[in-house]
């Protein structure tokens, strides 16, 4: 790898990590620990900030839903650096499953390997273990890879090295306020400068965040509004804070139903979830909680996300432990 894309991917890093959802994740945590030349397998230490954990029947612990938004984002770099254009790509499958239960501050090895890269879909999977060699959650991620002619043109090998030397001259400054803002832009299209996020200020903040609401009409709806802090560098809703949101609803949905005297049993904790993207997100959104027909036996809760025209935007699957 050269010294320039190393360079673009710790700026990238970086820059997420300012101005995308990925501050909220407390993304600045995590440390790279694996040869970036080796590019299949991509690993991070991440020392886990209380304000993405819960605190429910079991004590307080790394929800899967924050385990999930995590491991979409540390992913990510897997993808740019296994594809031969270096693209990002969007997510259309996400799922996680978690194993044992993590703590606040804890610190974890998150491990990624890239399982097959090809021209229009690439695969991964992910694990997450604790200092001690145990398995805590594991994953897998399915992105949509093409970004354009103009990014495949940007960072095609035979011009890669023009576009690093220019990204090079843009960090510098020696390009320009127009110029700068423009290639900026095709970088990070999505960029909050005066936001501060609650991270720190306890247990389960960025739940708070989200300003998930009870349906107006529907119990079994929930609706919010996706703010620019939520997004990913593309300007979009983020997989990771879509994740939250739907487990958010769940729980607000299994309160509803025990203030409703409905048996929920088996019903503690989200221990996994599977996530069908069908379409980009933004502005208001609608959840919706449904349970097997058997609700006193039911350990799955599946639902579906919708914007305010009514298209489908989302499907998840949730299992209860």
């Known amino acids: 790898m050269s010294t320039a894309l190393r360079r673009f991917i710790e700026v990238a890093f970086l820059n997420s990590c300012k101005h995308t959802f990925a501050r ?7 440390k790279f620990i694996s040869n970036l030349d080796i590019p299949e397998t991509l690993s991070f230490e991440y020392t886990v900030p209380k304000g993405i954990c819960r605190t429910g029947e079991t004590g307080t612990y790394l929800p899967t839903s924050s385990t999930l938004a995590v491991f979409d984002e540390l992913s990510t770099y897997l993808f740019f650096l296994n594809d031969r254009t270096c693209r990002p790509g969007v997510s259309i499958h996400l799922a996680t499953e978690m194993i044992s239960k993590i703590s606040p501050e804890q610190t974890v090895l998150m491990h990624f390997k890239a399982d097959k890269i090809g021209k229009t879909v690439g695969f991964c999977t992910m694990e997450c273990w604790s200092l001690n060699g145990e398995l805590c959650a594991r994953g897998s991620h399915i992105k949509y890879l093409p970004m354009g002619l103009a990014w495949d043109l940007m960072f095609n090998p035979n011009v890669q090295p ?7 001259l843009l960090l510098q400054g020696r390009l320009g306020k127009q110029i700068s803002k423009k290639m900026e832009s095709l970088f990070l299209k999505n960029k909050i400068e005066k936001y501060d996020s609650n991270l720190e200020s306890g247990v389960g903040s960025i739940f708070e965040e989200l300003r998930v609401q009870r349906g107006h009409f ?7 509004k996706v703010q620019p802090h939520l997004n990913n560098p593309l300007g979009l809703f983020h997989g990771g804070a879509i994740a939250m949101s739907i487990e958010e609803s769940l729980n607000k949905h299994r309160d509803n139903q025990r203030t409703d005297g409905v048996n929920c049993v088996g019903k503690s904790f989200v221990s996994g979830l599977e996530i069908r993207y069908l379409s980009a997100m933004q502005g208001q959104l609608s959840i919706t909680c449904k349970d097997d027909e058997n609700k006193k036996l039911s350990r799955k809760s599946e639902g579906e996300i919708k914007n305010k025209r009514q298209i489908l935007c989302a499907k998840y699957l949730a299992t209860w432990m």
């Not at 909220?24 to 995590?30: F, R, V, Y």
């Not at 023009?162 to 090079?168: N, P, R, S």
């Not at 529907?218 to 919010?224: M, R, V, Y």
């Open 218 to 224: 529907d119990p079994c709806t929930f609706e919010l």
């Open 162 to 168: 023009a576009t690093m030397y220019v990204h090079d």
């Open 24 to 30: 909220s994740l407390g993304i600045k945590n995590a």
